[in-house]
């Protein structure tokens, strides 16, 4: 009976390591971004680079894996969408405090001039799963959110 018992203990323990060493699911940002403007629809994205990120959101390229950024300058509410997937969980750390502190800014400049801008804002958040971190800054939040959560 023992023995048995010391099997059973040694099966649980095997599948019980086995579903803590999952990886989590890569996302291939840059095709997200192409689907998220097509499917939204977005109009008149421009593409960020990486490089460009220091200068407008103080993220330094060692913490950036990959992106896939993009703003519209048109109409009364610009999108900023932000979607970094960081080398590492300090760089995420770090790239989550800038894009926070960039929504602040956003809300405080809106809170000033634009109540209804400021109503819309508040739904935007900063989300981090793993290494991705996002911010969409954008009348379309939920459909971008849902797409990324999708991916």
């Not at 992106?67 to 300090?90: H, K, N, R, Y």
């Not at 809106?110 to 900063?126: F, G, P, R, T, W």
């Not at 989300?127 to 959560?149: C, H, M, P, R, W």
Request: aromatic residues 8%; hydrophobic residues 45%; proline residues 2%.
């Amino acid at each position: 009976m023992k023995k048995i018992a010391a099997v059973l203990l040694v099966f649980v323990l095997c599948l019980a390591f086995a579903g803590c060493g999952a990886e989590s699911k890569e996302i291939d940002l840059a095709a997200l971004r192409d689907k998220m403007i097509s499917e939204v629809p977005i109009q008149d994205a421009m593409n960020l680079k990486t490089e460009r990120l220091e200068s407008l959101y103080g993220i330094e390229e060692k913490d950036v894996k990959q992106q896939a950024c993009f703003i519209t300058m048109g109409g009364t509410f610009p999108d900023e969408v932000l979607m970094i997937e960081a080398p590492d969980s300090d760089a995420a750390k770090r790239v989550e405090e800038k894009l926070q502190s960039r929504l602040s800014q956003v809300m405080t400049q809106s809170k000033n001039y634009d109540a209804e801008n400021y109503a819309l804002l508040q739904k935007c958040a900063v989300k981090k799963s793993g290494n991705y971190v996002t911010l969409f800054i954008s009348a379309k939040y939920a459909e971008l959110q849902a797409l990324f959560d999708a991916a």
